[in-house]
């Protein structure tokens, strides 16, 4: 008996990393993706691996153990531009210090490599950083990826190997269990079909996702020219605070409301820095559709004024902003995993978590299906 086949429909991260790890369980893996390139939240993003936000309990042990498989597929796919940079979550009032206070005196404080510096050691850790704060949270275990190139450089890992293909600009028309036709009327049959449609909605997709606790969400961002200098961490300011369920300790009720532009952009300041020297710099959350086709710039010149106030410096000149959209469960849940249809499983909605969780969601599917 020959291996077992798996189509794998959705050319995004999490799809790869479904493809990555069926192969890792001896599966041969045809890999379908409706562009000539994915073009959607994968490559719109920080590239950050994100463990210093995520929730206390089974998000937090899934970021870890996709962390260290990150670590693990930097060395066959060098190419995806791992980097354990770090973060610095840096704050400017009494208020936000609680918080860190609280979160580093947590149990779990430790694991995730949580510190809480004054602005000498901050700037110690990120000499970048001349502008004014009045503290930061170091995080040790996170990490930051190329997301343009990550793609790329995990399926050229897969390609160099056997039991793996790869089928571009291939759209799925109809899936059913074990089989998948495309826009051209090719039939790719499994054992299994893994879809993993991103913020895809329409087509065959909208049948699978009918009932899934999920709403999408549109952020902006922008990307500079080269810094000139070394951005040794990435970066986070204040708002993330209120955003990501890591600080949800006693003392973040006690933090003054947003400014109207940032609370009605959902915005926190996120900065990493691309191998090219660039800053990747957002981001907002819109979650009503239909989502306007304009992008408002009084948010990027927020972000930039933010950027240049903790750096102490301006900034070069933004070469590109875009818009994404990701798909988010609106339970909490990591992700939505579920087999709406015999031998076709569907997994999506990780939110703003993907880049980060994908191993491990893939890792974690596999262990169910295999």
Do not use: K
């Amino acid at each position: 008996m020959g291996a077992p086949q798996v189509v794998v429909v959705g050319g995004g991260i999490l799809g790869t990393m479904h493809a990555v790890m069926a192969r890792r369980h001896g599966w041969h893996v045809r890999h379908l993706d409706r562009d000539g390139e994915p073009r959607g939240a994968t490559v719109r993003n920080f590239g950050l691996v994100w463990v210093s936000g995520r929730a206390v309990g089974p998000e937090l042990q899934a970021a870890l153990r996709a962390r260290a498989l990150w670590e693990e597929l930097a060395v066959t796919a060098p190419g995806v531009g791992f980097r354990a940079d770090g973060s610095l979550t840096l704050v400017a009032s009494e208020e936000e210090e609680a918080v860190l206070t609280e979160v580093c005196d947590r149990d779990d404080a430790g694991v995730r490599g949580f510190e809480l510096l004054d602005v000498a050691a901050a700037r110690a850790r990120n000499p970048v950083l001349q502008g004014a704060f009045t503290a930061a949270l170091w995080c040790r275990t996170d990490a930051v990826v190329e997301p343009r190139a990550a793609l790329p450089a995990l399926r050229s890992a897969l390609l160099a190997g056997d039991g793996y293909e790869w089928c571009p600009a291939t759209m799925a028309t109809s899936i059913t269990g074990g089989r998948v036709v495309d826009q051209r009327g090719r039939v790719h049959s499994g054992d299994l079909v893994i879809v993993c449609p991103g913020a895809v909605s329409d087509g065959p997709v909208a049948e699978l996702l009918a009932g899934a606790p999920l709403r999408r969400v549109q952020l902006q961002m922008l990307e500079t020219a080269p810094l000139g200098q070394r951005l040794a961490t990435s970066l986070a300011d204040g708002d993330s605070l209120r955003y990501y369920p890591a600080f949800d300790v006693p003392a973040r009720d006690l933090l003054p409301p947003q400014d109207e532009l940032a609370a009605g952009f959902a915005m926190q300041l996120l900065v990493s820095q691309r191998a090219g020297g660039g800053l990747t710099i957002g981001d907002t959350h819109r979650h009503d559709e239909p989502f306007d086709f304009a992008l408002d710039e009084r948010p990027y010149a927020e972000l930039l004024r933010r950027v240049e106030a903790l750096l102490g410096r301006p900034l070069p000149p933004v070469v590109r902003r875009w818009s994404g959209v990701y798909s988010q469960h609106v339970e909490g849940a990591l992700c939505h995993r579920d087999e709406p249809v015999p031998g076709v499983w569907l997994v999506t909605g990780p939110g703003g978590r993907g880049m980060t969780l994908s191993p491990a969601i893939a890792e974690a599917t596999m262990a169910e299906v295999a």
